[in-house]
């Protein structure tokens, strides 16, 4: 596995534990990798706080009862080798700590005191090393009333591994969560500091700081994660670049189903995603009655009419036609399922976006009964939950779409504010760069031309839909607040690897 690639995976807190057993299996020591681990999240303390210290500020470590509170003891020792007022804070007694947790805290030079809320007066930063990826219930007494009070001081705050409260599957919360400026985890991100609210409770992924602590990646191996951060780094080597003899019909020719009135529109849009993304050719199909509006509006697409799906299946005897889009401003109702249907009989790779995801609701078997397509579904949480009410996004937003994908046999993009695009083989990839902005009206359809034309120029669907997703949201951010959703079209270029 590229070193490169094996940065985007994430891990669930399973295999984070795998990780380690697998690493102490193969020599490595439990203490060392502790040790190594407070050291990071010392350096990564300083790092942030600086030096020196306001007159009578202090360091406060928050230390659990398991491996998380030692890595806390770890930090703490540094922190005060370096200089720092340190004042650590166990949950417990001394007595019940166990292992490595226990040796730390024997090499701990300070006092020791118990969890004390009111004990924050002085914090310049709190680190929390209370609870890691183990956590399964609700914080409750002490430990509740200890982190209110965390996250209340006007503190720098520092997660060690996860936040207390935040479940690393999910990016769910348990109950009340540490809120953490940073968070630096180890060997791997985890899946909860990639989707949200489990994202912003770290600090933002940018502030989610990866430290080596001497786990070989060729864990990675046995392990075998199918969770990615979507990035380049992800669909790269995928990513469709015209060579010098390319012209426009080994790039692609992209086939978009236009609607009427009054979403003329969002075909528009869809159709010009597709052409800025790099499809060599883009035809959007307009029916008589809006050929004249949409021929006038669109000078770079062409525009071919038909009045019925006799006839939009005739466009497609140009077998130069190898990737479609159905849903912006398409309609809904059966005309538009036997359309979806039709095409993926003819084994041309599809896009299938609002009004077709709408038609497909009770359905899916029209999708299951088409083998020779490759097929990618785009849907935001409402259509999600009508054409998948067994899939609960908001228990487990990655599980859900994984199952989504199962069910459908093709590739999901469940958007959102962690846009995840999962695949029926199990592979899934969260997108963490979407600007909030985004969320207008049009920006849906941008994105499905974009994923249509990528797929169009030969990138495999759950490949191309990653990269759509990835595009789409660094478009965004270049367009910058205020947008709308033909901003984008003028972004895309620049934004392009």
């Given amino acids: 596995m590229p070193s490169e690639f094996s940065k985007n995976i994430l891990l669930t807190p399973a295999e984070s534990r795998q990780a380690d057993a697998l690493a102490m299996e193969a020599g490595a020591e439990g203490l060392a990798l502790m040790e190594a681990a407070g050291a990071a999240v010392a350096e990564i303390t300083a790092d942030y706080i600086g030096t020196p210290l306001e007159a009578g500020g202090e360091i406060v470590v928050l230390c659990g009862p398991g491996n998380n509170g030692g890595d806390g003891f770890v930090a703490a020792r540094h922190l005060d080798d370096w200089g720092y007022p340190v004042r650590l804070m166990l949950a417990g007694e001394i007595g019940a700590l166990k292992g490595d947790a226990a040796e730390m805290a024997r090499r701990w030079p300070g006092q020791i005191e118990p969890m004390n809320p009111k004990g924050l007066g002085h914090a310049v930063a709190i680190i929390d090393a209370l609870f890691g990826t183990g956590l399964a219930r609700p914080l409750e007494g002490d430990f509740a009333a200890m982190i209110d009070a965390a996250n209340a001081h006007d503190a720098f705050k520092v997660a060690v591994d996860v936040p207390s409260g935040l479940d690393a599957a999910t990016g769910n919360t348990t109950g009340l969560c540490f809120a953490a400026d940073t968070t630096v985890t180890f060997f791997r991100r985890k899946v909860g500091q990639a989707v949200a609210p489990g994202r912003f409770l770290c ?51 992209l086939l978009v189903l236009g609607g009427r009135e009054p979403t003329l529109g969002a075909s528009r849009l869809a159709s010009m995603a597709g052409l800025r993304v790099g499809a060599g050719l883009v035809t959007l199909a307009a029916p008589s009655e809006t050929y004249a509006i949409q021929a006038t509006a669109l000078t770079d697409i062409m525009v071919r009419r038909f009045d019925s799906a006799f006839g939009f299946m005739g466009l497609l005897a140009d077998n130069r036609i190898n990737s479609v889009l159905i849903g912006p401003g398409a309609g809904v109702g059966e005309k538009t399922a036997e359309i979806v249907q039709d095409v993926g009989r003819r084994g041309r790779q599809m896009v299938l976006d609002a009004d077709a995801l709408t038609s497909l609701v009770g359905r899916l078997d029209l999708l299951t009964s088409v083998k020779k397509s490759e097929i990618v579904l785009t849907p935001h949480e ?36 962690s846009t995840v695009v999962a695949a029926p083989d199990g592979r899934a990839s969260i997108a963490a760069n979407a600007p909030s902005w985004l969320s207008v009206a049009g920006t849906g359809d941008v994105l499905g031309g974009m994923i249509a034309g990528l797929m169009a120029q030969g990138m495999p669907a759950f490949e191309a839909a990653s990269a759509g997703v990835w595009l789409h949201g660094e478009a965004g951010t270049e367009a910058g607040r205020g947008l709308v959703a033909s901003d984008l079209l003028s972004c895309i270029p620049s934004i392009l690897p």
């Fill in 203 to 253: 600090g933002g992924l940018e502030h989610v700081h990866v430290a080596d602590i001497g786990i070989r990646d060729a864990v990675l191996s046995e392990i075998k994660p199918q969770t990615y951060l979507n990035d380049p780094g992800l669909w790269g080597d995928s990513f469709a670049f015209p060579g010098p003899a390319a012209h426009k019909y080994l790039r692609g020719h």
């Fill in 382 to 417: 409402g259509e999600f939950a009508r054409l998948f009410p067994s899939c609960n996004p908001r228990e487990d937003r990655v599980k859900a779409a994984r199952d989504a994908a199962r069910l459908a046999g093709s590739v999901i993009v469940l958007k959102g504010a």
